[in-house]
């Protein structure tokens, strides 16, 4: 199957910093990418839809500002979590809808642990 | 909206058990997804299946759109199988997927 990469696994950070995690498709083109959520022992929450070259899609109640995605490639799309706060603690997921071989299926990247201190 | 509901919500079994999950979706779906959540929390591909019956190995998947639910079959489980299990449907027009609840299965050795 397909394959989505996602980086950091992990990351700690002081509350107000920024923090910067890549969703990459490795073996095929991604023109949507996806963007979820997850707290312990629930199911994903999407927060953004991310098209190539355009603007990301957010759902209601997620904040643009502070949750800044950019999709500048068909393999690439980044999510920024700005001035992160002990609330953003989560389990961050991307995934990637491949049009091709395994048309209309999304695969998914291995996710980030972030935890603000 | 589009609801799924996946059951049982949790699921003990012993190794070499064979268990059924269920997903019932509240609307027709374009597409329908199985996934297996590890503990380490990647997301698994198991089955696309927006219809009929697929199988690989000791798991096979059954979509019934027409009556709108699909089953998870697992066979002879091992330990290994021990994650949550999700189903997904897709919306027909933005391709977002929507999220049951999940089935938590633990396989005992």
């Known amino acids: 199957g397909a394959v989505v990469s996602q980086h950091p696994s992990w990351v700690i950070c002081k509350s107000g910093t920024s923090v910067k995690i890549e969703c990459r498709s490795l073996d095929f083109q991604a023109t949507t990418m996806f963007w979820y959520r997850q707290f312990p022992k629930q199911s994903l929450m999407l927060m953004a839809t991310?098209?190539?070259?355009?603007?990301?899609?957010?759902e209601q109640g997620v904040e643009k500002d502070k949750f800044l995605i950019n999709h500048a490639s068909l393999t690439l799309s980044t999510l920024t979590v700005t001035s992160a706060h002990p609330e953003d603690s989560s389990f961050y997921i991307c995934?990637?809808?491949?049009?091709?071989?395994?048309?209309?299926?999304?695969?998914f990247g291995p996710g980030t642990r972030l935890t603000v201190l | 909206g589009i609801q799924v509901e996946q059951s049982p919500p949790d699921l003990i079994l012993q190794e070499g058990a064979n268990s059924t999950l269920r997903c019932n979706f509240s609307d027709s779906v374009n597409n329908l997804q199985w996934f297996h959540q590890n503990p380490w929390g990647q997301l698994i591909n198991l089955f696309y299946i927006p219809s009929g019956t697929k199988q690989n190995g000791r798991l096979s998947a059954t979509t019934v759109a027409t009556e709108r639910y699909s089953l998870l079959y697992i066979s002879s489980s091992q330990t290994t199988d021990s994650g949550v299990y999700f189903c997904?449907?897709?919306?027909?027009?933005?391709?977002?997927?929507?999220w049951g609840a999940g089935t938590k299965l633990i396989i005992k050795p």
């Open positions: 991310s098209n190539e070259g355009s603007k990301a899609t957010y």
């Open positions: 997904a449907v897709e919306r027909s027009s933005n391709y977002q997927l929507i």
């Open positions: 995934s990637a809808r491949d049009p091709g071989p395994h048309y209309n299926e999304q695969f």
